[in-house]
């Protein structure tokens, strides 16, 4: 399962990779949601995850304009995200930027392990304070990252930025924009690293010079030669008393201590296991006369070898999420460096045209994506077809090239320059 959303996450980050539709700039227009669960993306495509929902009449200031897709400046309640690895704790309410960072748009169904993509163009500097508004746990109680609040303009060089479907809201009308501003609270300032003015370092009194004393000449002292010291005796070590015998216990006693660790929080419940298994067992074994008290044994003997099986299942899995969320981390971190390393025009899965296959239309090959909303395979583009490549088939792979649009098919061909093969 965790290696389906891992994939799923992957598939949802390739068109990041592409070359970005030109946004249209626009003047600042607030809009108003009309209808009731509206999504709110990171990017401007289905492929890309939904950060929040609203409903209708809720107000969005958009400011750029792609296809059918609205951008419009990040809500004020909407925080962002960051790995616990890029920051330091400053105190209970303020973090700091260990290294640059773009932040990462909140993934409304999968929280910071399904938040891959960078909020901010420009990555904040390193230093930067945030405001923590949650702090986030795995299920072992670790820290694994943080919700903050999303810096703004001057703390970051721009604004943080959402994208909305151009036909789930309109345009709002002058009465409804002054209700808003009125409403509005103004937004909480994000912390800048203040500045600490060293005192200045006062200068060490210089080290006081005295004359030396005259040291009168005295006799050395005449000694007498010491006698042999006697050997040393060291006392006999007490003898160590025996291990203490543990004798079998009343089952009165039994029970109150079952009582007693069921009542203790489940780790401190998880170590206490065993013992008390040794203990009803130890009991068990002077209880063959006794039929009745042999099952009422027997019952609490099930119940913990039951328990045990089930923790260790539960740390056995524990074991294997951190081992996949590790390699999650690693894809995402290489993922990164694609980004920053190299520009595709296309980046999915090659696959065969059934159509364009060269028998009697030109042969191309198409590469597709599947989206993590609805499961559906998307055509992004088509690449014309070269011995380098045919090998390369069924394979995720990065197209380098010049791509051409075409206004029938209305997506790009491409002739490629460079074909890389990427890790799934």
């Known amino acids: 399962m965790l290696r389906q959303i891992a994939l799923v996450a992957l598939f949802a980050v390739l068109p990041a990779l592409a070359t970005a539709q030109e946004v249209r700039e626009i003047e600042p227009t607030w809009h108003i949601v009309t209808r009731d669960g509206v999504s709110i993306r990171c990017g401007p495509e289905s492929v890309f995850?939904?950060?929040?929902?609203?409903?209708?009449?809720?107000?969005?200031?958009?400011?750029?304009?792609?296809?059918?897709?609205?951008?419009?400046?990040?809500?004020?309640?909407?925080?962002?995200?960051?790995?616990?690895?890029?920051?330091?704790?400053?105190?209970?309410?303020?973090?700091?930027?260990?290294?640059?960072?773009?932040?990462?748009?909140p993934s409304l169904l999968l929280g910071l392990s399904g938040s891959w993509k960078s909020l901010y163009d420009a990555e904040l500097p390193a230093g930067?304070?945030?405001?923590?508004?949650?702090?986030?746990?795995?299920?072992?109680?670790?820290?694994?990252?943080?919700?903050v609040a999303a810096p703004r303009p001057p703390v970051a060089q721009g604004h943080p930025r959402a994208f909305v479907a151009a036909d789930a809201v309109r345009e709002a009308t002058p009465e409804e924009i002054e209700r808003h501003m009125e409403s509005r609270q103004p937004a909480e300032p994000t912390p800048t690293e203040p500045r600490v003015q060293e005192p200045a370092a006062e200068p060490e009194p210089e080290p006081e010079t005295r004359e030396p004393e005259p040291v009168e000449a005295t006799e050395p002292e005449r000694t007498e030669p010491a006698e042999p010291a006697e050997p040393e005796t060291r006392p006999e070590p007490p003898p160590q008393p025996p291990a203490p015998v543990i004798e079998p216990s009343e089952l009165e006693v039994l029970e109150a201590s079952f009582a007693d660790a069921r009542r203790l929080p489940p780790a401190q419940l998880d170590e206490a296991l065993e013992e008390l298994l040794a203990e009803f067992r130890r009991t068990r074994a002077e209880?063959?006369?006794?039929?009745?008290?042999?099952?009422?044994?027997?019952?609490?003997?099930?119940?913990?070898?039951?328990?045990?099986?089930?923790?260790?299942?539960?740390?056995?899995?524990?074991?294997?999420?951190?081992?996949?969320?590790?390699?999650?981390?690693n894809l995402e971190r290489q993922v990164a460096e694609w980004r920053r390393g190299r520009t595709y025009a296309l980046v999915g899965r090659l696959v065969v045209s059934t159509v364009y296959n060269g028998e009697r239309l030109p042969r191309m090959y198409r590469v597709q994506t599947v989206s993590p909303v609805d499961g559906a395979t998307r055509t992004l583009g088509y690449v014309t077809p070269d011995p380098s490549i045919d090998g390369k088939l069924g394979r995720v792979v990065g197209i380098v090239g010049e791509p051409r649009f075409d206004p029938q098919l209305r997506l790009v061909i491409i002739r490629p320059d460079q074909v890389d093969v990427m890790p799934e």
């Open 128 to 147: 930067t304070r945030l405001t923590v508004r949650e702090t986030l746990r795995n299920d072992r109680g670790q820290i694994v990252g943080y919700r």
């Open 49 to 105: 995850y939904a950060v929040a929902e609203y409903n209708a009449g809720r107000m969005l200031l958009a400011d750029g304009r792609v296809g059918n897709q609205l951008r419009v400046r990040y809500p004020s309640d909407l925080t962002a995200m960051v790995p616990v690895d890029e920051v330091e704790a400053v105190n209970d309410t303020t973090v700091r930027l260990t290294r640059a960072s773009g932040l990462r748009s």
């Open 287 to 329: 209880a063959d006369d006794d039929e009745r008290l042999a099952a009422q044994l027997d019952m609490r003997i099930e119940w913990l070898q039951l328990r045990i099986a089930t923790r260790d299942q539960r740390r056995a899995i524990e074991a294997a999420l951190t081992s996949a969320d590790e390699r999650s981390r």
